[in-house]
Every structure is written in structure tokens, then in C-alpha cells.
T-cell receptor
Framework: DGGITQSPKYLFRKEGQNVTLSCEQN?????MYWYRQDPGQGLRLIYY???????QKGDIAEGYSVSREKKESFPLTVTSAQKNPTAFYLC???????????FGDGTRLSIL | GESVGLHLPTLSVQEGDNSIINCAYS??????FIWYKQESGKGPQFIID?????DKRQGQRVTVLLNKTVKHLSLQIAATQPGDSAVYFC?????????FGPGTRLSVLP
């Protein structure tokens, strides 16, 4: 089945540690996105990529980094500079800018 | 369970009744809108979309209405079932990216 796979489902970060969240899609979509979801708030865009080897900052990029070396993969690194990383992280992909975004099942990141 | 959905408005409906979930969007220039359903611990699922040149669009058991005059979007679910219990949120496309609403929790009573 085509879809988006995020891993791990749960992740714990220690103080000063960088952690990387995985996102893989087999939908052959050009565009990929990372969002952060906090209780009672709408999704907030962290980074997005419209094409391989290119990505742009979203609304809340500080403390995060991404890469897009392959069309299928868009990993997100939460760096130690992100002081409030506890959240539910969602990856999405889309065939184009005015097409529905398809989401993975998320990674919940917590602080140890 | 997941903490997503805390402090959200809640709509409680009796099984078999129709549900109407509302969304006020922000930008009059938004040209594309999507409704998503999110169950606890999962990612959002696409339900239905509508472009700004339309007022109404129907799917299986769902209807989306768009009122551009008052910047209002609604999702109607016919004959609501227990499996419809979830958080529902709208997304508007403004410029290059989407803006997402916080959502409404739908609770279906037996």
C-alpha cells in the first residue's frame, strides 16, 4: 500500500541531545512537510520541501533542521537549540501545492 | 492516549443524527480548503476538499459548504456513527502553504 511512514512512534530526548525523526513516502510525491502539533492548537509548519535537494523554513523552524537527499525521504532533526521540543510531530506529502496533504501517523517526542 | 485535542470545543451527537462542524477561516484570498479527521494517536486523514469557485461539495455521507462572504466552512456528516468520533479540523490554502484550524472534537453518543 502507498503511504507515509514515520518512525519511531515514541521518542525521548535527553538534555543537550539531537534526535532525528524519520519520514518515508512511497506515493511518488514531490512535496514533503513537517508540522508540529500541540494541544489545542492547529498544526504549525516547521520545514517544507517542494523538490529533492531543496527545502524552505516554515513558521517555526528555529531549533530544527532537515535534509532532502532522496525524493522518498525527509528526516527532521530536533536539535538541542529547541528548548521546548515536547510535541507530536507530523510529516506529510503532496503531489502539488494545491493538492491534499497526506499525513503519517506521527512521532511523539518527550523530554527525559 | 495522545494529548492532541485537549481544550478543544466538543460537539456531542446521538448516533444516527446528523453532525455539523464549523470552521471560520482567516483569509479572504484563500482558494482551497480541506477537512481532516484525526483519531487519537494517529495522523490526520483527508475527508473532503473544496475550491473557492464552489459553494458545496458532497462525498459519501459528508458535505462541505463554503460561504466566502463570511469566511465560513462547514462539514456535515449524515447519520453519524461511533466510528466518526474524532477531532475534525479544517485547513485553508493561503499563498504557498496551508493554515490549519485547532479542530473540534466530535463525540458520538450511543
Amino acid at each position: 500500500d502507498g503511504g507515509i511512514t514515520q518512525s519511531p512512534k515514541y521518542l525521548f530526548r535527553k538534555e543537550g541531545q539531537n534526535v532525528t525523526l524519520s519520514c518515508e513516502q512511497n506515493l511518488n510525491h514531490d512535496a514533503m512537510y513537517w508540522y508540529r502539533q500541540d494541544p489545542g492548537q492547529g498544526l504549525r509548519l516547521i520545514y517544507y520541501s517542494q523538490i529533492v535537494n531543496d527545502f524552505q523554513k516554515g513558521d517555526i523552524a528555529e531549533g530544527y533542521s532537515v535534509s532532502r537527499e532522496k525524493k522518498e525521504s525527509f528526516p527532521l532533526t530536533v536539535t538541542s537549540a529547541q528548548k521546548n521540543p515536547t510535541a507530536f510531530y507530523l510529516c506529510a506529502s503532496a503531489a502539488g501545492r494545491s493538492q491534499p496533504q497526506h499525513f503519517g501517523d506521527g512521532t511523539r517526542l518527550s523530554i527525559l | 492516549g495522545e494529548s492532541v485535542g485537549l481544550h478543544l470545543p466538543t460537539l456531542s451527537v446521538q448516533e444516527g443524527d446528523n453532525s455539523i462542524i464549523n470552521c471560520a477561516y482567516s483569509n479572504s484570498a484563500s482558494d482551497y480548503f480541506i477537512w481532516y479527521k484525526q483519531e487519537s494517536g494517529k495522523g490526520p486523514q483527508f475527508i473532503i476538499d473544496i475550491r473557492s469557485n464552489m459553494d458545496k461539495r458532497q462525498g459519501q455521507r459528508v458535505t462541505v459548504l463554503l460561504n466566502k462572504t463570511v469566511k465560513h466552512l462547514s462539514l456535515q456528516i449524515a447519520a453519524t456513527q461511533p466510528g466518526d468520533s474524532a477531532v475534525y479540523f479544517c485547513a485553508e490554502k493561503y499563498g504557498q502553504n496551508f493554515v490549519f484550524g485547532p479542530g473540534t472534537r466530535l463525540s458520538v453518543l450511543p
